[in-house]
């Protein structure tokens, strides 16, 4: 039995639709991250589990419970999910202890107090105000908080945005290790892709309301099924191609592939970073634009004869100046991704 079930989840706001037909479930102590551009449902998706919101149709149960389908509507505190908000919501006037403890039966609170704190290294800390608290303690506070009453489910929303860029990656690690440690089954929402691959043991990449593609990280990331996925992930570059008897011919020269398709058929080939190989050649087939460092690394603007940008991954010891023409090639490990319109095709 999942730990959490949806199933054909609508909602719209002034006959605008925010969630169309989304459905997947999580099995117990599995975490999902649901990814996605701002305005796409991933958030309007976590209210609609968590009860905050309505669904216009469709199902959610929550370990094994039905919390909401086109009769029932069951309020959030009864649905035994959790959740972590982007601001983290603990009260500013109550200690660590009080918080944590909030809403726990009386008998239980000082043991599970303790139980919780000692479980994310905050043990000590319980007479602590949330002023006095670094923003990675806090976040800590917010998750025991969430943990405390044992839901079914805890729901995350974006829980690291408030974060500077080093802590970020501190937690994000610490909160995967917690859960996994708890065995907690979590649906965590975010819009960086690099967290979304760390976090979820699945993805489910979201776009105008609903689900392109859920899958692991590695397949998600690695064999997108549209041209959104391809594009949300990875940075990716379209390089155009024609099938021919051969393979398909691109401005980066022939490549061997043989996809199902009758020879003349225009396609457009997924093109990342690591992909390219640049080799300096006074009669290449491009020319450095533009350069970007970024510490371990040159990401590298490439244009062809035939106007296409592509972007190569330069080790931080290559000095290759803009302006300088190039061999452009891919890989020999390209792991090719073919579209035939917005759609990814077999080869």
Not at 43 to 55: K, V
Not at 163 to 185: F, G, I, N, P, Y
Not at 210 to 215: D, F, K, N, P, V
């Amino acid at each position: 039995m999942p730990a959490l079930l949806c199933q054909n989840l609508t909602k719209s706001f002034a006959n605008q639709p925010v969630v169309r037909g989304v459905s997947f479930t999580v099995q117990p102590g599995d975490i999902l991250a649901l990814l996605g551009p701002s305005g796409c449902g991933k958030t309007t998706t976590l209210r609609l589990i968590a009860g905050f919101e309505q669904a216009d149709s469709g199902l959610i149960e929550i370990d094994g419970d039905v919390v909401a389908d086109g009769r029932t509507h069951i309020p959030p505190e009864k649905r035994r999910a959790g959740i972590v908000f982007q601001d983290y919501a603990i009260f500013p006037h109550l200690s660590v202890a009080d918080n944590v403890g909030f809403g726990l039966p009386r008998r239980e609170r000082p043991s599970r107090v303790a139980e919780m704190l000692e479980f994310v290294g905050l043990a000590g800390m319980e007479e602590r105000m949330p002023h006095e608290l670094s923003g990675g303690q806090q976040q800590r506070v917010a998750l025991a908080r969430a943990l405390a009453p044992d839901p079914a489910v805890l729901l995350l929303d974006e829980p690291f945005s408030n974060l500077d860029a080093a802590l970020r990656l501190e937690m994000r690690q610490e909160v995967r290790h917690l859960l996994k440690a708890s065995h907690t089954t979590a649906v965590f929402v975010t819009h960086d892709q690099e967290e979304a691959l760390f976090m979820g043991d699945q993805v489910a990449v979201m776009n105008d309301g609903r689900i392109e593609q859920l899958g692991t990280p590695e397949a998600t990331f690695h064999r997108p099924r549209t041209r959104f996925v391809a594009d949300f992930l990875g940075n990716t570059d379209f390089v155009p191609g024609t099938v021919t008897a051969d393979g398909i011919e691109t401005p980066l020269g022939l490549l061997p592939q043989h996809p199902n398709l009758p020879p003349g058929t225009a396609v457009t080939i997924a093109s990342r970073p690591d992909d390219v190989i640049l080799t300096p050649d006074e009669k290449g087939n491009g020319r450095i634009v533009s350069r970007r460092f970024i510490g371990i690394a040159f990401i590298s603007g490439v244009a062809l004869a035939d106007g296409t940008i592509v972007h190569s991954w330069q080790s931080h010891m290559t000095n290759l100046a803009q302006g300088t023409a190039v061999h452009v090639r891919f890989g020999d490990e390209h792991d090719l991704v073919v579209f035939v319109g917005d759609t990814a095709v077999n080869v």
